[in-house]
């Protein structure tokens, strides 16, 4: 099942979203546009419906409906997020459309309540809240039938789905220095303080064809590297290995702590896109990698994903990134902050002057970069 339309009214930094969204999607626009905050709202479903979480937990680790309402929210404040997914193609495929929206008491325990939540099956309504049962009882208002497996039977595909969307950033330090973060943390884990324990969790016949598979991506990006392999030490802690290639007669061999950055995070990338076939959300994973690799990055996800049928949303600044010419218009969300009215978001191919400019020859990264460029960006050069 993919997402194919977001749907987003007064999240975070945007008044008004209404995105189409194919089997991948690169997100870019200036500093603080919200392409984090975009990705989010696919968080916040998943968080709604994973056990143990539900709708109160996924606000309040978000610090409460204050900090999700966008600051350009005026007459009509309320939070809508609405998603469309497609199961299936052609004719016979199944559409289902979920969408809520949250308010806060105005006195007492200040607690978020449902303005409304629906549920749509090939057009037909499966769940429209509130219904006769909420009314009168707004404790009801405080929990989605999405989490509750007993109400949530005849949409019970979407919860699923939305709970194994998956999400990684990962911090490289994290892995290097595993004392400076808490480990037995319960939730997400984001920035992949726990990945190795996840990755030693895989059943051993994936878990060596995966890094086999790895292993053969760095000797190509990684000057030296002939091995990667995984092991536990005395104390059960899981590692990864590497074995280097140097004038010396005996290879030499090294942990994860002492891995460069870009080699991490080209390992976790690599493990994060074979492993599954939920939706992915990727942060600038371009971040510690050599330009030549992240050239190839584009082509490398769509590979992964075709052969898994995933679909992969990508945030990224990167000009590397965006020159590649497999990028369709329709593949790239522009945001575009609008100060009170809050940020902007159109897919390329809705722009005429980025058309116009790609038919003249131009990459994605030289006719939509620019666009993100601070107007005054220029006037840096004379901090002193």
């Given at each position: 099942m993919q997402f194919t339309r977001l749907k987003l009214k007064n999240w975070r930094n945007f008044t008004k979203v209404d995105l189409e969204i194919g089997e991948r999607l690169f997100i870019t626009g200036p500093n603080a546009s919200g392409k984090s905050n975009l990705l989010d709202a696919f968080r916040f479903l998943r968080d709604i419906a994973k056990t143990g979480g539900g709708l109160?937990?996924?606000?309040?680790?978000?610090?409460?409906?204050?900090?999700?309402?966008?600051?350009?929210?005026?007459?009509?404040?309320?939070?809508?997020?609405?998603?469309?997914?497609?199961?299936?193609?052609?004719?016979?495929?199944?559409?289902?459309?979920?969408?809520?929206?949250?308010?806060?008491?105005?006195?007492?325990?200040?607690?978020?309540?449902?303005?409304?939540?629906?549920?749509?099956?090939?057009?037909?309504?499966?769940?429209?809240?509130?219904?006769?049962?909420?009314r009168g009882d707004d404790l009801r208002l405080t929990e989605t039938h999405l989490e509750q497996i007993a109400a949530?039977?005849?949409?019970?595909?979407?919860?699923?789905?939305?709970?194994?969307?998956?999400?990684?950033?990962?911090?490289?330090?994290?892995?290097?220095?595993?004392?400076l973060a808490n480990r037995d943390a319960v939730g997400e884990d984001p920035f992949g303080i726990k990945f190795l324990d996840r990755m030693m969790e895989t059943p051993e016949k994936t878990r060596r064809s995966r890094l086999k598979k790895i292993e053969s991506a760095l000797r190509l990006a990684v000057p030296e590297l002939q091995e990667l392999c995984d092991l536990r030490d005395e104390k059960g802690i899981p590692h990864l290995e590497a074995v280097y290639q140097h004038w010396r007669p005996n290879a030499g061999r090294q942990r994860e702590d002492q891995f460069s950055d870009g080699t991490l995070r080209l390992i976790g990338l690599l493990w994060t896109l074979l492993d599954g076939d939920s939706l992915l959300l990727l942060e600038e994973p371009e971040l510690s990698l050599h330009t030549s690799i992240v050239a190839k990055l584009p082509e490398v996800i769509w590979k992964m994903q075709r052969s898994r049928r995933r679909q992969v949303l990508v945030s990224s600044h990167s000009t590397e990134l965006f020159s590649d010419r497999g990028i369709a218009p329709e593949e790239v969300a522009l945001l575009k902050?609008?100060?009170?009215?809050?940020?902007?978001?159109?897919?390329?191919?809705?722009?005429?002057?980025?058309?116009?400019?790609?038919?003249?020859?131009?990459?994605?990264?030289?006719?939509?970069?620019?666009?993100?460029?601070?107007?005054?960006?220029?006037?840096?050069?004379?901090?002193?």
């Amino acid at each position: 099942m993919q997402f194919t339309r977001l749907k987003l009214k007064n999240w975070r930094n945007f008044t008004k979203v209404d995105l189409e969204i194919g089997e991948r999607l690169f997100i870019t626009g200036p500093n603080a546009s919200g392409k984090s905050n975009l990705l989010d709202a696919f968080r916040f479903l998943r968080d709604i419906a994973k056990t143990g979480g539900g709708l109160q937990a996924a606000v309040v680790a978000r610090g409460g409906l204050t900090k999700l309402r966008c600051l350009a929210a005026r007459r009509d404040p309320d939070v809508e997020i609405e998603v469309e997914l497609r199961d299936g193609t052609g004719s016979g495929a199944t559409v289902w459309r979920y969408g809520i929206g949250l308010r806060q008491e105005t006195r007492g325990m200040r607690r978020v309540l449902l303005t409304h939540e629906k549920v749509w099956k090939n057009g037909e309504v499966a769940l429209s809240r509130p219904d006769q049962g909420d009314r009168g009882d707004d404790l009801r208002l405080t929990e989605t039938h999405l989490e509750q497996i007993a109400a949530n039977r005849n949409f019970r595909p979407l919860a699923e789905v939305f709970q194994k969307i998956l999400y990684l950033h990962l911090v490289p330090q994290l892995l290097k220095f595993p004392h400076l973060a808490n480990r037995d943390a319960v939730g997400e884990d984001p920035f992949g303080i726990k990945f190795l324990d996840r990755m030693m969790e895989t059943p051993e016949k994936t878990r060596r064809s995966r890094l086999k598979k790895i292993e053969s991506a760095l000797r190509l990006a990684v000057p030296e590297l002939q091995e990667l392999c995984d092991l536990r030490d005395e104390k059960g802690i899981p590692h990864l290995e590497a074995v280097y290639q140097h004038w010396r007669p005996n290879a030499g061999r090294q942990r994860e702590d002492q891995f460069s950055d870009g080699t991490l995070r080209l390992i976790g990338l690599l493990w994060t896109l074979l492993d599954g076939d939920s939706l992915l959300l990727l942060e600038e994973p371009e971040l510690s990698l050599h330009t030549s690799i992240v050239a190839k990055l584009p082509e490398v996800i769509w590979k992964m994903q075709r052969s898994r049928r995933r679909q992969v949303l990508v945030s990224s600044h990167s000009t590397e990134l965006f020159s590649d010419r497999g990028i369709a218009p329709e593949e790239v969300a522009l945001l575009k902050p609008h100060g009170s009215e809050g940020t902007e978001v159109e897919l390329a191919s809705a722009k005429e002057s980025i058309r116009l400019l790609l038919e003249g020859g131009m990459s994605m990264a030289e006719a939509v970069l620019p666009m993100t460029a601070p107007a005054s960006v220029s006037q840096l050069a004379l901090f002193d």
